[in-house]
């Protein structure tokens, strides 16, 4: 039997942010059931800080996280977490439509998405054909990040107060005991006051294995894939580029281009693997996109990004239960929002006034909690 203030199931990058923000207040054990930490969606990511990305909730989080990826803690990385990338968003003539829509959610977060004429697209990124570009956004303020860095960081820095990470430990049950949790692996056994629920695709079947009604969450297929990049064309300042319909993106990466299908298919929580299909479909979209043809795919994956049914993460206690913390539904966003998400989290857990930064951003608990959920539903 082990003992500590919180429980945290979940090893990819949500857990380890709020283990990182808890551990020098409370004693943090951190249970993965894999056999080493983010195997699943966090190792799985484009890689990106994107401000002009998502709900305005997530880019609330977005910009809540910029100040600390900028500038990380003195220690926490040898590296710089953020490096120049930028983002293209491009339309064609029939879609100006959504032009202005996004130049809208822009203004909102008091940000500027710079307009480019077609021309304009491609003299950043020579390869687009005219036909799919009579407009563009672009996005100075996105980066590429180093989500690898990043992880790690939380990772060492929670260690450094005393948090355990064990891996290869699925949790069984979670059981009230005598005011608080019990948890329970194949080997190990954790008393805590506290359980955090961080466990990504598989949250709603925790949920259930600690008497809690799942929330509806429903994890969804994205699929990703390596391929060369033109003969002779030196990419590697070019930006991320997305469709305005989000039907692909590729960017540059290492050397070589990483495109997306971008698609949302709804999965049961798995190890997903790549479909032959779809990596053929993001290879045509891109293609189509573009005038080189893609003659080799180095690899391929896919991951899960799960979603709640309005699409905003989820993080606070579970209405009228002791002691379970959701903290999930992070949407493919979490590796941008890590850090601000990983505070909050902190700060509710403790019983501690909203982070000021997030406040100052119009960020309200209510946006995150659990109950909006429950439509009034208490459970015991």
Same mark, same amino acid.
């Given at each position: 039997?082990?003992?500590?203030?919180?429980?945290?199931?979940?090893?990819?990058?949500?857990?380890?942010?709020?283990?990182?923000?808890?551990?020098?207040?409370?004693?943090?054990?951190?249970?993965?059931?894999?056999?080493?930490?983010?195997?699943?969606?966090?190792?799985?990511?484009?890689?990106?800080?994107?401000?002009?990305?998502?709900?305005?909730?997530?880019?609330?989080?977005?910009?809540?996280?910029?100040?600390?990826?900028?500038?990380?803690?003195?220690?926490?990385?040898?590296?710089?977490?953020?490096?120049?990338?930028?983002?293209?968003? /491009?339309?064609?003539?029939?879609?100006?439509?959504?032009?202005?829509?996004?130049?809208?959610?822009?203004?909102?977060?008091?940000?500027?998405?710079?307009?480019?004429?077609?021309?304009?697209?491609?003299?950043?990124?020579?390869?687009?054909?005219?036909? #799919?570009?009579?407009? #563009?956004?672009?996005?100075?303020?996105?980066?590429?990040?180093?989500?690898?860095?990043?992880?790690?960081?939380?990772?060492?820095?929670?260690?450094?107060?005393?948090?355990?990470?064990?891996?290869?430990?699925?949790?069984?049950? /979670?059981?009230?005991?005598?005011?608080?949790?019990?948890?329970?692996?194949?080997?190990?056994?954790?008393?805590?006051?506290?359980?955090?629920?961080?466990?990504?695709? @598989?949250?709603?079947?925790?949920?259930?294995?600690?008497?809690? #009604?799942?929330?509806?969450?429903?994890?969804?297929?994205?699929?990703?894939?390596?391929?060369?990049?033109?003969?002779?064309?030196?990419?590697?300042? @070019?930006?991320?580029?997305?469709?305005?319909?989000?039907?692909?993106?590729?960017?540059?990466?290492?050397?070589?281009?990483?495109?997306?299908?971008?698609?949302?298919?709804?999965?049961?929580?798995?190890?997903?693997?790549?479909?032959?299909?779809?990596?053929?479909?993001?290879?045509?979209?891109?293609?189509?996109?573009?005038?080189?043809?893609?003659?080799?795919?180095?690899?391929? @994956?896919?991951?899960?990004?799960?979603?709640?049914?309005?699409?905003?993460?989820?993080?606070?206690?579970?209405?009228?239960?002791?002691?379970?913390?959701?903290?999930?539904?992070? =949407?493919?966003?979490? /590796?941008?929002?890590?850090?601000?998400?990983?505070?909050?989290?902190?700060?509710? /857990?403790?019983?501690?006034?909203?982070?000021?930064?997030?406040?100052?951003?119009?960020?309200?608990?209510?946006?995150?909690?659990?109950?909006?959920?429950? =439509?009034?539903?208490?459970?015991?």
């Amino acid at each position: 039997m082990e003992t500590a203030d919180i429980c945290i199931v979940g090893g990819g990058m949500a857990g380890a942010s709020i283990a990182y923000h808890l551990a020098p207040q409370a004693r943090v054990l951190l249970l993965e059931r894999e056999p080493h930490v983010a195997y699943h969606s966090s190792g799985r990511s484009a890689a990106m800080y994107t401000p002009q990305y998502g709900s305005p909730v997530i880019r609330q989080l977005t910009a809540g996280s910029g100040p600390f990826v900028r500038e990380p803690p003195a220690g926490f990385t040898a590296t710089p977490l953020l490096s120049e990338r930028g983002f293209l968003t /491009i339309g064609a003539a029939d879609e100006r439509a959504l032009l202005e829509l996004h130049v809208a959610r822009a203004a909102a977060t008091a940000a500027t998405l710079v307009r480019l004429t077609g021309a304009e697209a491609r003299a950043l990124v020579p390869v687009l054909r005219p036909a #799919a570009v009579d407009w #563009a956004l672009y996005d100075r303020d996105a980066m590429d990040l180093d989500v690898e860095a990043l992880l790690q960081g939380f990772l060492r820095g929670a260690r450094s107060n005393g948090a355990r990470v064990a891996t290869s430990a699925e949790v069984l049950e /979670i059981r009230a005991d005598g005011g608080r949790c019990r948890v329970r692996t194949a080997e190990l056994e954790v008393q805590a006051d506290v359980v955090v629920n961080a466990a990504g695709a @598989w949250a709603d079947e925790l949920a259930m294995r600690a008497g809690v #009604a799942p929330l509806g969450l429903v994890p969804q297929r994205r699929t990703a894939f390596v391929f060369d990049a033109p003969a002779g064309v030196d990419c590697a300042r @070019w930006p991320m580029v997305s469709d305005v319909e989000e039907r692909f993106y590729f960017k540059p990466d290492a050397g070589r281009l990483l495109g997306s299908l971008a698609e949302e298919v709804p999965s049961p929580p798995c190890d997903a693997q790549p479909d032959d299909l779809d990596v053929a479909t993001a290879v045509d979209r891109i293609e189509q996109a573009t005038d080189f043809p893609i003659r080799r795919v180095v690899r391929s @994956w896919t991951g899960l990004r799960t979603f709640a049914p309005d699409r905003d993460p989820v993080s606070g206690f579970e209405p009228g239960t002791r002691g379970f913390y959701w903290h999930a539904a992070l =949407g493919g966003y979490g /590796i941008q929002t890590a850090a601000a998400l990983g505070e909050f989290a902190a700060s509710q /857990i403790l019983g501690r006034e909203l982070p000021a930064a997030l406040a100052a951003r119009g960020l309200d608990a209510a946006q995150l909690a659990p109950a909006r959920l429950r =439509g009034g539903e208490r459970l015991r």
